[in-house]
């Protein structure tokens, strides 16, 4: 979507009587658990109390279907890979031509438009931490600690997916802790629901045979991601395994991007191919999740997963690596297990005491989904973040807002 002139559009924050506006300034709005969680909060924050736009440095894909709140504008800036000065002009004349009451950016990506939302005259900037990528996984790259440093007197709050990432933002960036606070990401535990019945017939003709356990994974297919480590972890239970178990063995990793093809050539190699089905980005990822029997994550850097949240909604025990945020939502022992990350040989062993005692799953995967009912409500996700901008805007009568000691 192309902006119109300031005096057209009806996201003009000076427009009489209308609610103030946000810009939420992402990197691309495609299929992730960053995204997935701007749109979740989106559609679930209360009408008429704000007005949103989701301003694309790159571009928006299909993913912005799953926008169901009324009247929300997506632009694209249309970056370019690599080098692109010009996108910063756009982005400037845009903030001017939109006056946002607040710009909210996220991850490192995008956090030099906190700076071009200070010289555009917009008022108060909020900046979100969501996980971290293959080239800085642990957060010490010195030019991106030096990159958040610079800007961070331009930012007057800081939200971080988990605690892991709030500490880090005190601690390393020096961000004063009244000013980060933490908000863990929601899910849909009515979309995302336990197994009622047989799993529905899913993958190519006898991926799902008769008595058929499936170990699966939702996830963008790149290198943080390490999905070669689950391959490599189902090829040692295989071994492990007697004949007869064997042929009843599955993998399904539902996601897409650059580490899809390495997975299937080495699944190839393997010579069980049949039993494993990499169907690339699906709109259907409930209903896969309902055919898994155990939900992995071998991610080697993580914030706050959704993906986690959306496979203890449906009731699955969760075998994750224990990086970022996923000890705050995988209890190990109690709904899942966490195993070291880049680690084949122990992620193996966890996927086979799921496997020789099925009533573990099941107790850990019930116990996943009464966490998620407690703590992960799309509703209190929404109403963090409103308590953030209501303070920062000064609406009345304000949430409470929870910050670091």
């Known amino acids: ?97 939109l006056r946002p009451s607040l710009v909210h950016t996220r991850n490192l990506g995008c956090i030099e438009a906190q700076l071009l939302a200070a010289v555009a005259g917009v008022r108060l900037r909020v900046h979100g931490e969501h996980g971290r990528d293959i080239n800085d996984l642990h957060g010490d790259n010195r030019k991106y600690r030096l990159l958040r440093k610079l800007m961070r007197p331009l930012i007057q709050h800081f939200i971080a997916v988990s605690f892991d990432l709030g500490q880090w933002l005190v601690q390393a960036i020096g961000a004063p802790p009244a000013r980060v606070s933490h908000i863990g990401n929601g899910v849909d535990s009515v979309h995302f629901h336990p197994r009622l019945g047989p799993p529905a017939v899913i993958g190519p003709p006898g991926f799902l045979c008769h008595g058929a356990y499936v170990i699966g994974s939702v996830g963008r297919m790149a290198a943080v991601k390490d999905q070669l480590t689950l391959v490599r972890a189902f090829l040692l239970l295989l071994q492990q395994l007697e004949p007869r178990q064997r042929a009843q063995l599955r993998l399904m990793i539902v996601g897409d991007g650059p580490c899809r093809q390495p997975c299937l050539e080495l699944l190839a190699q393997a010579g069980v191919q049949h039993q494993a089905w990499l169907p690339g980005a699906r709109d259907d990822v409930a209903q896969l999740l309902r055919a898994m029997d155990v939900f992995v994550l071998p991610s080697l850097a993580e914030g706050s997963s959704n993906t986690i949240l959306e496979a203890m909604a449906t009731g699955l025990p969760v075998v994750a690596t224990d990086v970022g945020g996923n000890a705050e939502l995988v209890l190990a022992g109690w709904s899942g297990a966490l195993v070291p990350p880049g680690s084949p040989e122990l992620l193996a062993a966890a996927l086979f005491d799921y496997y020789r005692a099925p009533e573990l799953g099941a107790r850990h995967g019930a116990r996943g989904r009464r966490q998620v009912l407690a703590e992960h409500s799309l509703a209190a996700m929404a109403g963090a973040y409103l308590a953030v901008y209501d303070r920062l805007t000064g609406a009345e009568a304000p949430s409470p807002l929870s910050t670091y000691p």
Do not use: W
């Open 1 to 97: 979507m192309r902006p119109e002139p300031p005096g057209n559009n009806s996201n003009n924050s000076t427009a009489a009587g209308a609610p103030p506006l946000i810009v939420h300034v992402i990197h691309q709005l495609d299929v992730g658990g960053l995204e997935n969680g701007l749109v979740n909060l989106i559609n679930h924050m209360p009408p008429g109390r704000y007005r949103h736009a989701i301003v694309c440095m790159k571009n928006a894909t299909n993913f912005r279907q799953r926008l169901s709140a009324p009247g929300v504008d997506v632009i694209s800036l249309d970056k370019r890979e690599g080098k692109d000065p010009c996108h910063y002009l756009r982005l400037y004349r845009l903030l001017r031509q």
